[in-house]
């Protein structure tokens, strides 16, 4: 779809679930479950929306997804449901695009299934889970763009955090020397910029994309679906969810309000959209891209 002069396309790298109740906090199951109803075993499906934003001059990827299915041995795969395909590359490959082709990637933030898709193995016959087997970054001409204080945090996790950073998903862009640490709000190119947030980890950023006065915005974990949109439906995953309700509370408001295009990472269904208030309560307008 276009957004002035540029072109953004949500890709897909398939699906996957998760625990239904770390997903929504706080809030009664009997409230969130008629939102995204859950599996036998309390789990709901999520997306894996990346984006591709398209200058006229570069290829931008937003996130990278879950990655692909040797990263992860069956066990793991079995409790997330890992579903592919799609996958990223060849949602890529529908856009006539290759891995060399993609000039930057824009990180919101480092988990598993935000960062999984940064590497490959060099190895075909590579075991599947095996940190050892051989990494290397799947676009070999970008740069990886990532807040300092996200990296800081992946590279140095606490015993809560340690199983949503892998090291095998990260350490090879610094090694390739692919790695550009920002710090703050920064444009990345005319038209696109990044924001921390904060919330769901001290360095997770949202992307806003804006061109000829049309405005869209790529939400990340901050409002990961359409369903955790009112301010109280927030993760059990937020490290700083008083971060994340403050955050919710200005930029939601500020969407309605300048029409802002929204892109969901996880939302199973509705992928893109706009914002409308009717009588106090959010509504979502879907776009089909």
């Keep these: 779809m276009k957004l002035g002069q540029l072109t953004i396309t949500p890709v897909s790298d398939g ?16 409230l969130w ?3 995204i109803p859950a599996d036998e075993k309390n ?10 934003i398209q200058t006229p001059d570069k290829n931008i990827l937003v996130n990278t997804g879950i990655g692909p299915d040797e990263k992860y041995r069956d066990r793991f795969r079995e409790i997330y449901d890992i579903q592919h395909p799609p996958a990223l590359l060849s949602s890529l490959a529908e856009q006539n695009l290759k891995p060399a082709d ?17 590497t490959k193995c060099q190895n075909e016959k590579c075991v599947p889970g095996d940190a050892n087997c051989g990494w290397e970054p799947t676009f070999p001409k970008a740069k990886y763009i990532i807040q300092s204080q996200e990296w800081e945090n992946a590279v140095q996790p606490t015993e809560r955090t340690r ?10 862009l610094k090694e390739q020397g692919l790695l550009q640490l920002i710090a703050g709000e920064q444009e990345i190119v005319p038209g696109v910029k990044v924001l921390p947030t904060g919330g769901h980890t001290h360095g997770h950023q949202i992307v806003f994309i804006e061109s000829e006065n049309k405005k869209a915005v790529y939400w990340s974990d ?14 059990s995953y937020d490290l ?11 930029l939601v408001e500020q969407a309605i309000r300048e029409q802002w295009l929204c892109f969901w990472e996880h939302d199973p269904k509705i992928n893109c959209g706009y914002l409308q208030k009717k009588d106090k309560a959010l509504i979502v307008k879907p776009v089909n891209p």
């Design 15 to 30: 699906s996957f679930k998760l625990d239904g109740g770390a997903m929504f906090g706080i809030v009664p199951k009997p």
């Design 102 to 118: 993609i000039d930057i990637v824009i990180l919101t933030h480092l988990h598993f299934d935000h960062a999984g898709g940064n």
């Design 43 to 52: 789990r709901i499906p999520m997306g894996l929306w990346c984006l591709l």
């Design 33 to 35: 479950e008629k939102r």
């Design 222 to 235: 901050l409002i990961p679906t359409t369903a955790h949109l009112d301010l109280p439906y927030i993760m």
């Design 163 to 172: 199983a949503s950073y892998r090291p095998e998903n990260i350490l090879p």
């Design 240 to 250: 700083y969810p008083e971060e994340t309700l403050n955050r919710k509370k200005d």
